[in-house]
């Protein structure tokens, strides 16, 4: 694993928000769609604010851009305060030119027998665009990705999980308490992840130390899933100095 380390998020983002669009921009030369996966949660919000500006002011387009998200809670339904479709519109999509049929977020609304085809046909909409040019990741404090929890194999396939108590404390601030947050997820698995061509994992602060120094410098092991990126050609992990400091 490559690791880069910047005094803080916002110059870090800024830095990860010129490589993706450099890459849309090579991409729309080609006449190529550009397939981007993206994440949730804290870690990304300055990437979106920043491909958001770029979009605003540097005339940055998204039309040849196609994104396929990590995961959603399950149930969860698109326009509830929760959804991770809600928060990828407040953060990037309302706010840039990509046309709504290009965005893909696993559906938190589904019956339970038609997960598993859903999940399937998940993964066979990236294979035909070719796989996934570029990853955005955050990092779990158990060290998982997407939601793929301690456990995931690294052939795992996209499919509904249980989430880790950890998980569910970090969440529950949202959902107004533990008890109303959700116990399940759907997360793209860690194959797919895998067999992204460049991955780029994004940690801030002290309390992402431990994990880091686990996931690039302990031994390759499903309890921390972060750390099978050691065997990916091509990951990045974009730290601050706080996330960075137990590195050896
Ligand atoms: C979100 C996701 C999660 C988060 C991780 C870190 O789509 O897949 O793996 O990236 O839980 O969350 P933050 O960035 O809020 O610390």
């Known amino acids: 694993i490559?690791?880069?380390?910047?005094?803080?998020?916002?110059?870090?983002?800024?830095?990860?928000?010129?490589?993706?669009?450099d890459?849309?921009?090579?991409?729309q030369a080609q006449?190529?769609?550009?397939?981007?996966?993206?994440?949730?949660?804290?870690?990304?919000?300055?990437?979106?604010?920043e491909l958001v500006r770029l979009h605003k002011e540097e005339g940055l387009s998204f039309k040849n851009v196609i994104t396929f998200n990590l995961d959603e809670y399950y149930p969860m339904e698109p326009d509830s305060i929760n959804s991770y479709v809600r928060f990828m519109k407040e953060q990037l999509?309302?706010?840039?030119?990509?046309?709504?049929?290009n965005y893909n977020i696993p559906d938190g609304t589904l019956s339970k027998d038609e997960i598993a085809e859903y999940c399937a046909g998940y993964e066979a909409k990236i294979e035909a665009y070719g796989g996934l040019d570029l990853q955005i990741l955050g990092i779990g404090?158990?060290?998982?990705?997407?939601?793929?929890?301690s456990g995931s194999l690294q052939n795992s396939k996209t499919r509904l999980v249980a989430l880790d108590h950890i998980t569910r404390v970090?969440?529950?601030?949202?959902?107004?308490?533990?008890?109303?947050?959700?116990?399940?997820?759907?997360?793209?698995?860690?194959?797919?992840?895998?067999?992204?061509?460049?991955?780029?994992?994004?940690?801030?602060?002290?309390?992402?130390?431990?994990?880091?120094r686990e996931a690039v410098e302990?031994?390759?092991?499903?309890?921390?899933?972060?750390?099978?990126?050691?065997?990916?050609?091509?990951?990045?992990?974009?730290?601050?100095?706080?996330?960075?400091?137990?590195l050896t």
């Open 141 to 149: 404090g158990n060290g998982h990705i997407g939601f793929n929890e």
């Open 218 to 246: 302990g031994q390759v092991t499903n309890r921390v899933p972060a750390s099978f990126l050691q065997e990916h050609n091509n990951a990045t992990f974009i730290l601050d100095k706080e996330a960075s400091s137990k």
């Open 93 to 101: 999509f309302n706010h840039v030119d990509i046309l709504p049929e």
């Open 170 to 212: 970090a969440a529950s601030n949202d959902f107004l308490g533990l008890s109303n947050t959700p116990r399940t997820a759907i997360t793209l698995g860690v194959k797919k992840i895998m067999e992204a061509k460049r991955v780029i994992l994004f940690a801030w602060g002290e309390g992402k130390s431990n994990i880091i």
């Open 31 to 49: 006449k190529q769609p550009c397939i981007l996966g993206l994440a949730t949660g804290s870690s990304p919000k300055g990437l979106y604010a």
């Open 23 to 27: 890459l849309i921009r090579v991409k």
């Open 2 to 21: 490559e690791t880069k380390i910047f005094n803080n998020s916002t110059v870090a983002s800024k830095a990860v928000a010129l490589e993706i669009a």
